[in-house]
């Protein structure tokens, strides 16, 4: 099992920008799907962010949810086994621990942003939007 590592937390304020990058050093992003959860305090963990190989054309496709779509971004390095959430337009409401997750290519589709379908996982870090 590989454990996942998150970087880029932080408190930023209300309206800013923050990236975050996980790493998995040894696991190819050609084989697994990788998604962004998040905590919020008092709330149900939550994912909002997915990626994963389109077989048919060798791209990529990206997932988001309703709350974050629009102001976060999430992309890929293979060669540098790393993967980014570009968050822009940060709301308190954002505040939370988040979470990067591995899972298989061949999960099902609409399955993306479900935490039932990941298997490796980061300890967290800590994204704190101030008003």
């Known amino acids: 099992q590989v454990q996942l590592v998150e970087s880029g937390g932080g408190l930023v304020q209300s309206g800013g920008s923050l990236t975050l990058s996980c790493a998995a050093p040894g696991r190819s992003w050609d084989v697994f799907a990788t998604a962004w959860f998040r905590r919020a305090p008092g709330k149900e963990r939550e994912g909002i962010s997915g990626i994963r190989g389109q077989r048919s054309c060798g791209q990529y496709r990206t997932y988001y949810s309703n709350s974050v779509r629009g102001r976060f971004t999430i992309s890929r390095d293979p060669a540098k086994n790393v993967v980014y959430l570009q968050m822009n337009d940060l709301r308190v409401e954002d505040t939370a621990i988040y979470y990067c997750?591995?899972?298989?290519?061949?999960?099902?589709?609409?399955?993306?942003?479900?935490?039932?379908?990941?298997?490796?996982w980061g300890q967290g870090t800590q994204v704190t939007v101030s008003s």
């Open positions: 997750a591995t899972g298989a290519q061949s999960m099902p589709d609409a399955g993306e942003l479900e935490a039932e379908n990941y298997d490796s």
